[in-house]
């Protein structure tokens, strides 16, 4: 059964689906593409939140909502798109945006310039928190970060995630296949 590690189908919680009737559509064409498991991952920026109990309310009434919508849905998991930002790592009861019931937590870099404390920051997460580190579409980062820079992100011990449109295109294909031998 193929899992989905990264979405945005939680409706009207971040950019992602506006509705419920989007989600709906949203899940429909995943399962026909192949998905068994959604794993549901709501953008969490810790300097934008009130607190964290207040985002885990917030995703927690969207994932109701959309249950509520449908009997049918099942098989999404909840967990969260977490931003990197300076001081994330000792956030407390960071655990809790993990993918439900694993220590998998999905992390996303900054678009902006690189910088070493990013890398700093998985480290904490993966060595001082036990936390097993998911890299959003590292894919992405090829025109932000210089070959260099992103050589230090890869060299976490962290899990890869990619996103489908990698494969779209030339460059980002061949960076992929190199990841994945
Ligand atoms: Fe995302």
Redesign the pocket.
């Known amino acids: 059964m193929t899992t989905d590690y ?3 189908i939680l409706p009207n919680i971040d950019d ?1 689906s506006d509705s419920i009737k989007t989600s709906l559509k949203m899940i429909k064409m995943m399962k026909q593409q192949g998905i068994g498991i959604i794993v549901a ?1 709501p ?1 969490f920026y810790m300097h934008r939140e009130a607190s964290l109990d207040s985002y885990l309310v917030k995703r927690q009434n969207a994932y109701e909502k959309l249950m509520a919508a449908d009997p049918a849905v099942k098989d999404i998991h909840i967990g969260a ?1 977490v931003a990197i930002e300076k001081g994330i790592s000792v956030l407390g009861e960071l655990e809790k945006l993990c993918i439900s019931g694993t220590r998998l937590i999905l992390l ?1 870099p900054p678009f902006t310039q690189y910088n070493s404390w990013i890398v700093e920051e998985i480290d904490e997460i993966a060595n001082s928190r036990r936390l097993i580190p998911i890299i ?2 590292v894919h992405r980062y090829m025109g932000v970060y210089s070959k260099s820079d992103l050589n230090s992100l890869m060299s976490v011990d962290a899990v890869f995630q990619i996103n489908a449109e990698a494969f779209e295109h030339f460059s980002t294909r061949r960076f992929v296949n190199k990841l994945i031998s």
Do not use: F, V
């Open positions: 990264h979405s945005h992602g991952t953008h798109e996303e959003a579409h």
